[in-house]
């Protein structure tokens, strides 16, 4: 493999990664008013933020570009095991977690209509979400691959995007990157042509469009960094963070088709570099540590409270005048739980992992260290 470099002021610029964090709260902020927004308006064209589901797009290609920061120089020494390990300690908590929040909110809903799931069918839904595994049966829930916990989709196909990253685009050019990106970049527009938008990915009737879109953003994300397309400029965390949320108030037409695939394809990666090159004031690095930190908390502890409010919704129908009052308090309350995921859970649960395999790998040294001193093979 011909390994890129990148210059090396990039690479030691922490503040790239701090407003690139910060536009990943921006992007789950984004995520649970749409998941709010799309009960009250049942057609994604009048919608307001209809196109807040892009934001998982956003969230791969970053990703991608993550990927390559983190881990092109490193995971040859450290090996697939351990890049692997470091990954579920990162990401599976949260996993785990959203599956019980789940759970509790299917039996404890109290707006939800009776729906027959015997004891045995819903062991199995939990134990399918814990271990993304998708299952999509729950047909009251439009047969989402997570039935528990729907934003676990995105989550699988991440864990796809990982294994794929370990096995073999870790070792792959920049020329071969830069080809598998333009071949997903046409597996977007053959969804969309399909499709009519790119909304899909999270059900059994739309699963391979999810494929297609974490292809897509993963490489070009990966692309970027290797490349070093990195756009110096200070625009900053406040204005980076609006032109971020105006692609998810893009408003959505006839024409889905296309100017999705040119928000995923161009628009997201622009911002990526331009994320990544932007300075950042003193003042706002709080605020894109927090908002980075609260982001994957905020996304996966989120969707048990937006379930109970889409039964109410259905079931009630409260006037639209009341709404406000019922969603603006809403979100406030779903920042303030994914808080509390984020302190005293997802932090503590990551450290105490971490900690335990460091100590595990010490006594494994150790031992070798023993046995081959007494003169054995280990």
Request: aromatic share 16%; proline share 4%.
């Amino acid at each position: 493999m011909k390994k890129e470099n990148l210059k090396q002021d990039v690479l030691q610029t922490r503040q790239h990664f701090e407003i690139l964090d910060g536009l990943r709260g921006v992007a789950a902020l984004a995520v649970v008013i749409f998941h709010f927004m799309e009960w009250v308006f049942t057609d994604p064209n009048k919608n307001f933020i209809g196109h807040g589901f892009l934001a998982v797009d956003f969230f791969f290609c970053l990703s991608g570009f993550v990927m390559g920061y983190a881990y092109d120089s490193r995971i040859t020494e450290m090996g697939v095991g351990k890049f692997f390990r470091l990954r579920l300690i990162r990401l599976h908590p949260l996993v785990v977690l959203g599956s019980v929040l789940g759970l509790v909110g299917f039996f404890l809903d109290p707006f939800a209509s009776p729906v027959a799931y015997n004891a045995s069918r819903i062991a199995l839904l939990f134990v399918c979400s814990v271990f993304l595994i998708p299952f999509p049966v729950m047909q009251d829930r439009a047969f989402n691959l997570f039935g528990l916990n729907a934003p676990s989709w995105s989550l699988f196909w991440e864990y796809v995007a990982n294994i794929f990253y370990a096995f073999v685009l870790y070792k792959v050019g920049r020329r071969m990157l830069a080809v598998l990106t333009m071949i997903a970049a046409a597996g977007i527009f053959m969804v969309t042509n399909r499709a009519g938008n790119l909304l899909g990915g999270w059900s059994k009737d739309n699963f391979l469009d999810g494929g297609a879109r974490v292809a897509y953003s993963f490489l070009a994300g990966l692309l970027i960094y290797r490349s070093n397309w990195i756009i110096k400029n200070s625009l900053g965390f406040m204005a980076l963070g609006i032109l971020l949320f105006l692609a998810f108030l893009m408003p959505g037409s006839k024409w889905n088709w296309l100017t999705e695939p040119m928000i995923v394809l161009l628009y997201f990666p622009l911002l990526v570099s331009l994320g990544a090159g932007s300075s950042l004031s003193t003042g706002w690095k709080k605020v894109c540590t927090f908002s980075g930190n609260i982001s994957y908390p905020l996304y996966m502890s989120h969707y048990a409270v937006i379930w109970v409010f889409g039964n109410y919704f259905t079931n009630k129908k409260p006037p639209a005048a009341q709404l406000p009052y019922i969603i603006i308090p809403g979100i406030i309350l779903l920042v303030f739980i994914a808080y509390l995921v984020m302190v005293f859970y997802d932090i503590p649960l990551r450290r105490y992992l971490s900690q335990k395999w460091q100590q595990e790998r010490k006594h494994q040294t150790n031992d070798r260290r023993v046995a081959n001193k007494n003169g054995f093979k280990h």
